[in-house]
């Protein structure tokens, strides 16, 4: 059995009440709640969920709670606050968990009965998967950011299902913590078990920001064996698009569309919700507009990105340009509210899925990008390469 450094409940648990048969928690220390998914709640049901939320909290004396007003998507406040800290283990009922793992932590996404036993019992198990190892070289032109990375390898390599995916090499200094967070994040697209950063100097600095507990740093053994090795040159990377349907042995270089419409445009996400993406698209839209027929939706991952972003004046340029900014949440993303297309209508989104019905119809296409490629997008009205945008 493995111990569960911290285990993060969502909203999405608590719709149901089987939460409320839970007697004694492990450790209420080793516990967090985070209200992210369907926040303010519109309707009873969350509603409802919230209320369940907060009397579990406080009958178990969990101080980490997150309810709303200071939320965040789950995995944006677990990086701000500094949850997730080199060498620990982090469970959660969301897929994406796997985010954690830009720093240099064993994250993973479980179901509801697994992280009711590991809020009873601080534990869990899982198998060791084989590796892939992903060495990183070069640097990252303009305008290329982590998503456009995970899109050319997702292309590229396929899926990694049943596989730990391991990122490195002398190009990892050159990516920011917000790509490295990205890249983690959507491992969950190519079904990676866990996605793991090596812990640098960079990763090491911003975790001692954020927190005072003491980082473990876990690096390969010398000599370790991988099911392969692949090269990433950070600087061929162009940026690219994920046709819809799936990420997987599906994605193209911007460039290589022929003009496709869109009806709308979504930045937000635990993938690329960040105040980095926010800047992205606020540099890119300023002074312009937002395409006539083009919706454009921006959803800040937190309360301290949405503060942050209106301190800068982001939101102000966002506003200006045509755009809607909701409060922090995850909507959107998974089509639940602020943003569900509908039949016929084509999304471009720097979100994390874009499967069939993943923002709302069956009948609506969902291409995906960096928020860079979005933002330029919703100016044009089509897909385009936010170089193509003066």
Request: net charge negative.
């Amino acid at each position: 059995m493995t111990r569960v450094d911290l285990a993060v409940l969502l909203d999405t648990q608590f719709f149901t009440p089987s939460w409320e048969g839970v007697r004694k928690v492990h450790d209420p220390n080793r516990i967090a709640i985070v209200l992210d998914h369907a926040v303010p709640a519109p309707g009873i049901m969350e509603a409802s969920a919230g209320t369940r939320a907060r009397k579990f909290a406080e009958r178990h004396g969990i101080e980490r709670f997150l309810d709303v007003g200071r939320h965040g998507i789950v995995h944006q406040v677990v990086a701000e606050r500094g949850w997730a800290v080199p060498g620990q283990v982090l469970a959660c009922s969301d897929s994406h968990t796997c985010a954690a793992g830009a720093f240099n932590v064993a994250a993973r996404g479980l179901g509801a009965a697994e992280m009711m036993q590991i809020a009873c019992t601080g534990t869990t198990w899982f198998q060791v998967p084989p590796t892939i190892r992903y060495d990183l070289v070069g640097s990252l032109a303009g305008d290329v950011t982590g998503k456009d990375v995970f899109l050319h390898i997702a292309g590229v390599y396929g899926d990694a299902m049943d596989h730990a995916l391991e990122i490195g090499g002398p190009g990892l200094a050159e990516l920011s913590m917000g790509d490295r967070r990205t890249i983690a994040t959507q491992g969950a697209e190519v079904a990676a078990d866990f996605t793991v950063f090596e812990a640098d100097d960079l990763c090491l600095s911003y975790v001692a920001e954020r927190t005072d507990a003491e980082p473990f740093p876990i690096f390969a053994d010398a000599g370790a064996k991988y099911v392969d090795r692949r090269i990433i040159n950070l600087s061929e990377i162009q940026p690219m698009v994920a046709l819809p349907g799936s990420v997987i042995n599906n994605t193209v270089p911007v460039d290589s569309l022929e003009s496709v419409r869109i009806d709308q445009c979504f930045i937000g996400s635990c993938a690329n919700g960040k105040i980095e993406d926010l800047e992205i698209a606020a540099r890119i839209l300023q002074n312009k507009k937002v395409a006539p027929g083009t919706r454009l939706i921006i959803t800040p991952a937190s309360q301290d990105t949405y503060l942050e972003a209106s301190k800068r004046g982001y939101l102000t340029t966002f506003v200006e340009a045509g755009a809607t900014v909701t409060n922090p949440t995850c909507g959107a993303c998974f089509g639940y509210q602020l943003g569900v297309i509908g039949p016929g209508e084509v999304c471009l989104t720097a979100s994390t899925r874009n499967f069939r019905g993943r923002m709302g119809s069956t009948e609506a296409e969902i291409y995906m990008a960096s928020p860079a490629t979005v933002a330029a997008s919703a100016i044009a009205g089509k897909i385009v390469n936010p170089r193509s945008i003066a």
